[in-house]
């Protein structure tokens, strides 16, 4: 680390590592010479499409998949051989894989049983032979049910999963992870078998969840609102390769590829091929991009089409328009905009440092003068 | 329409239900439990095939049955029988079912044709196969004994020891329904997620012992439920090697219920005493699964 460090976070041991990691099976390259460091105590969200490879990258994490090539590192340490039991992890699976059999108390205290107690510690009778035994289970009980109240569990310790509903497994599925302190979380998909009200709800949980341990968490999803309302560091994943990795800010205003642009960002960003460019736009050869919220009608503005529908949300107004070299375009207005007729011509502005230019080629992000764009024409009317 | 009263809608409804269900119940009556009805019925009379008339004689066939030593004797070698085969059925059938399924992955052809080989018993007649067991275990030319002796063992009379011909009978049936259990044991091992087997290895059960206590055997259990049932009820039924293979013999050594029932009603044509053994083996075989469902089907479907 011989670079001058402004962020604290690079100076210490990452809590995970990948130092270029390939995964392949058989011929086909599903990781393909991935790097990622996740600081301690980060919140790392791994997006991309599916097939793009994050699962497995988490499962390379976890210990359950084994890299090809390359070197896995849990606090410094290379952990490529160590079974998933090894490593200090915990993983909360998409579908939850709960125990059917065992209670929610069981299924939460399993773990610490596993590590703290003997093959014939565990028998069902143990406990009533040797005193040691009796005082471990009662360490591991006392545990799960301060865990299990932290998570609101408390009520439902002597249920099985089949009695649970999808948020309460998703809670024990938690709590399973969290009574075991671990290094570092996995979470694959945890909340993409919820409805969407609950959704939203066990974000803000997870993230306050986050903050109480302290402790590094890696949350795969394809879901890039997820990704942006809850993580610190997104790395976004394309085709087995890491398209981009920052703060949510920076993907959002600094996308570095053509890909990552349309992969952030709500409202999916309008695209202008380098060989047909409307009017409008700087005139060196590139594909432009602008995100529809950073389009606006304004009298002055750079580029002009025709209204063809309009969708009326409340708080915004979105607005799709052909422009006259037949491209369309989404814009957004605020929702007091009067929309005019649908078929009249609206003019759209947008600030310079909103524009996204790539290259047409390896669709690489490229700077491009945006000053000598053709200056606004003041005072026309729309 | 107009030419009948419109009926209620509960009219109709139960009307409907008359119809979806009335044709099984019917058959069911009349297949099942009529022919149930009548067996027992003729338990507690002195009928005999042919016969024009009968007499009421109560539980006079069932006091024979009870009380002769031939009766117990039939009840006691069924028992044995079963309680043999039913664990060793069932644990062979896991055991493979398990080894195929590992196999799976790395020898996929081998074990499709493995899997086919330990099917064939259950599809090969046992009557045919009786016969081949025959030749296996015939006292001076079956390999069985040519290989004990080349091994230094003592040769066996398997099928006419009086102490060892229920157990050589209790092997054939365990090598006839091993490949049943496991074809039903792979389906249940193929239905496991193996996002539990993920979750069992972060949480330190990933060693092949705890996988098996907490993911493995745990899951299989509705699979365990039906497949002790099957063999269960297979093994009361016990007869076709029995009849080709001892009849019974010697000394009534390999005598089972099945069997026993077959002699007194149709080479004897007691039909009242062969009713008797019926209801007796009908009672055994609902007991059975009664308890089997009652006690192990609250453990197994985890609700």
């Excluded at chain 1, 143990?126 to 408390?154: H, Q």
């Excluded at chain 2, 009928?47 to 009421?56: P, T």
Aim: proline content about 5%.
């Amino acid at each position: 680390m011989e670079s001058p460090v402004t962020d604290p976070a690079l100076t210490q041991t990452p809590a995970l590592s990948f130092d270029h990691v390939s995964r392949s099976f058989g011929t086909n390259l599903v990781l393909d010479d991935i790097c990622i460091n996740v600081p301690p105590g980060s919140f790392t969200a791994l997006l991309g499409a599916s097939g793009c490879g994050k699962s497995t990258s988490l499962r390379i994490m976890a210990g359950l998949d084994r890299p090809t090539s390359g070197e896995v590192r849990l606090n410094g340490e290379e952990v490529s051989g160590q079974t998933a039991h090894e490593r200090n992890i915990a993983m909360v699976f998409q579908s939850y894989a709960l125990y059917p059999h065992l209670t929610v108390a069981e299924n939460m205290a399993l773990p610490l049983a596993m590590r703290r107690l003997s093959v014939w510690g565990r028998l069902p009778l143990a406990g009533l032979l040797s005193p040691g035994v009796r005082r471990v289970r009662r360490e591991i009980n006392a545990k799960v049910k301060e865990t299990a109240e932290t998570l609101g569990l408390g009520e439902l310790l002597q249920r099985k999963p089949a009695q649970l509903s999808g948020g309460q497994k998703q809670r024990v599925a938690l709590g399973r992870a969290l009574v075991r302190d671990p290094e570092v979380f996995l979470l694959d998909e945890p909340l993409s078998n919820l409805d969407a009200r609950l959704r939203v709800r066990m974000r803000t949980e997870l993230v306050a969840l986050h903050a109480r341990t302290g402790k590094a968490f890696v949350y795969v999803t394809h879901d890039q609102s997820e990704a942006m309302a809850m993580a610190d560091q997104i790395v976004v994943m394309i085709a087995g390769k890491i398209a981009q990795a920052g703060s949510p800010r920076e993907l959002y205003e600094q996308p570095a590829s053509r890909d990552v642009a349309a992969f952030i960002g709500n409202n999916a960003i309008n695209f202008f091929e380098a060989d047909n460019l409307p009017a409008g736009l700087p005139a060196e050869t590139a594909v432009y991009g602008i995100r529809p919220e950073h389009l606006t009608p304004v009298e002055d503005g750079q580029m002009e089409g025709v209204l063809e529908a309009v969708e009326y949300l409340g708080a915004e107004t979105l607005l799709m328009l052909r422009l006259d070299n037949g491209d369309e375009v989404r814009a957004i207005a605020d929702g007091e905009y009067e929309v005019p007729a649908s078929g009249s011509r609206i003019r759209l502005g947008y600030e310079p440092h909103r524009l996204h230019a790539f290259d047409p080629a390896t669709g690489k992000r490229i700077a491009v003068a945006v000053e000598e764009q053709p200056a606004p024409i003041a005072g026309r009317a729309v | 329409m107009a030419l009948l009263p419109r009926m209620s809608i509960d009219r109709r409804e139960a009307l409907t239900t008359a119809w979806l269900t009335g044709p099984g119940i019917g058959v069911l009556v009349l297949f099942i439990f009529l022919p149930v009805a009548v067996v027992s019925f003729l338990s507690f009379t002195d009928y005999q095939f042919g016969a024009s008339s009968f007499n009421w004689i109560g539980f006079d066939n069932y006091a024979k049955m009870f009380g002769s030593r031939i009766g117990r004797r039939a009840m006691v070698n069924t028992l044995i029988y079963v309680s043999i085969v039913i664990p060793f059925s069932v644990g062979f059938g896991l055991l493979v079912a398990m080894g195929l399924h590992r196999m799976v992955n790395w020898a996929p052809r081998f074990a499709s044709a493995l899997r086919t080989v330990y099917f064939l018993p259950v599809t090969a007649t046992l009557v045919a196969m009786s016969v081949a067991w025959q030749m296996v275990l015939h006292p001076s030319l079956g390999i069985v004994n040519h290989m004990l002796a080349a091994l230094g063992g003592t040769p066996e009379n398997w099928l006419s020891d009086r102490g060892l011909v229920l157990y050589t009978l209790a092997m054939i049936g365990i090598w006839q329904t091993v490949g049943y259990n496991m074809v039903l044991f792979l389906a249940g091992l193929v239905a496991i997620p193996k996002d539990l087997y993920e979750a069992a290895e972060v949480d330190g059960a990933g060693d092949a012992w705890s996988r098996f206590w907490t993911v493995t055997w745990p899951m299989l259990g509705p699979t365990t439920l039906f497949v002790m049932v099957v063999t269960a009820s297979n093994a009361f039924r016990v007869y076709e090697t029995v009849a080709t293979l001892t009849k019974g013999g010697p000394a009534y050594a390999s005598d089972t219920l099945v069997y026993a029932l077959y002699r007194e009603g149709f080479l004897y044509f007691k039909a009242g005493y062969a009713s008797a053994i019926t209801v007796v083996l009908f009672v055994f075989l609902i007991v059975l699964t009664f308890a089997q469902f009652r006690i192990v089907e609250r453990k197994v479907h985890y609700r």
